[in-house]
């Protein structure tokens, strides 16, 4: 049967494998579970975390690890792992970050995005990567990094934190990096904006959802809205996190307040300017969720980084067929000049 699914991939009129119109191939491979298999490990205070492995030797172009991104999980990018897989790249390994997905929750309510701790996120990926670079089927020589949004920003606080670790790497593309919230016109509040958060804590619970006790009512067109144009798609996400029980994830104030800090740190010139490896910045011109502008200063200040601006919304990788290949394209393309 996979002949036949890697038959058609191959013969569609993309350059990347699965059209909005055959997404089925994802359900069979969601459904069959031969193409990968989820694990698990020990993150940080012991908290058991949940990876996935896609495809079981190495790729003609190396390996590859993604690092996703808020309220997200494992299963979300099966299809994206698909169409690299079929491009050379294999094992690819991606895991859930602490309390979503399919990984163990903080607080009792599982729907609400909780860390205790801001540093934990980089330590999980460093004992991820560490996990990785024993499986005696990884690539060593050509091992590279995709990450999105909030995966982004851990992945260079992580680099900025432990910087001999871009060694193991030859390139990173960082998907909508999550530097800043988009806040387009009110630039101005925001040195005040966790002091604020802080005095709705007096009235709020802090582990509350930011949208208040009615988050779980938001519409779909409302969410979708700001992450795809792509309805196909974003349907594949919805079913997949079903059939996977990993259920969705609003940001809790507190998680709000540690991500503001975050993002000063991510954006401290001295911070980024120990980034050395290779970046390439995927942008979307009509993202609503970060900061475009904190993309552009970011990458500004590196030499060794590239911005590609994409016709699209927030999360390239389950967009509409036209803008979704352009992102991949770009990955592709840029990968490849930095493989050994």
């Known amino acids: 049967m996979f002949k036949k699914l890697f038959g058609l991939c191959l013969f569609v009129s993309s350059a ?4 909005e119109s055959q997404l089925h191939i994802v359900y069979q491979l969601l459904n069959e579970k031969k193409l990968f298999s989820i694990g698990s490990f020990s993150g940080q205070n012991d908290l058991t975390l949940k990876y996935l492995k896609f495809g079981k030797r190495k790729g003609s172009k190396g390996s590859l690890i ?11 990018y099966l299809e994206l792992f698909y169409d690299l897989h079929l491009q050379g790249w294999s094992p690819i390994y991606t895991y859930d970050h602490r309390g979503q997905g399919l990984s163990d929750r903080i607080l009792s309510d599982p729907h609400v995005g909780y860390v205790e701790d801001w540093s934990f996120y980089k330590k999980d990926l460093n004992t991820f990567i560490q996990l990785v670079l024993r499986d005696s089927q ?5 091992l590279f990094l995709m990450a999105n ?11 900025q934190n432990f910087p001999n670790q871009q060694n193991v790497f030859n390139a990173v593309v960082l998907a909508s990096p999550f530097f800043g919230l988009h806040a ?9 904006f966790p002091y604020f958060i802080r005095f709705v804590c007096l009235f709020r619970d802090c582990l509350s959802p930011i949208v208040g006790p009615n988050s779980r009512q938001l519409s779909r067109e409302v969410v979708q809205g700001r992450m ?4 196909d798609r974003y349907d594949l996400f919805t079913r997949s996190a079903k059939m996977y029980s990993a259920g969705h994830i609003v940001p809790s104030l507190d998680w709000v307040i540690k991500a503001f800090w975050m993002n000063r740190r991510v954006m401290n010139r001295e911070n980024i300017l120990k ?8 942008q979307a011109d009509r993202d609503s969720v970060v900061s475009n502008r904190r ?10 980084c590239s911005l590609k601006v994409t016709k699209g919304r927030h999360d390239h990788f389950i967009e509409a067929d036209e803008i979704r290949n352009q992102a991949i394209l770009e990955t592709v393309q840029f990968f490849q000049k930095y493989y050994q």
């Open 16 to 19: 990347f494998a699965v059209e």
């Open 66 to 76: 993604f690092v996703n991104g808020m309220g997200e999980n494992v299963i979300m």
């Open 138 to 142: 990884v690539d060593r020589q050509n």
């Open 149 to 159: 949004s909030m995966g982004s920003a851990i992945t260079v606080e992580y680099f």
């Open 184 to 192: 387009r016109g009110f630039d101005f509040a925001e040195p005040v």
């Open 228 to 231: 795809t144009s792509s309805a």
């Open 275 to 282: 980034l050395t490896l290779p970046i390439l910045i995927l």
């Open 295 to 304: 993309q552009k200063k970011f990458c500004g200040k590196i030499e060794n």
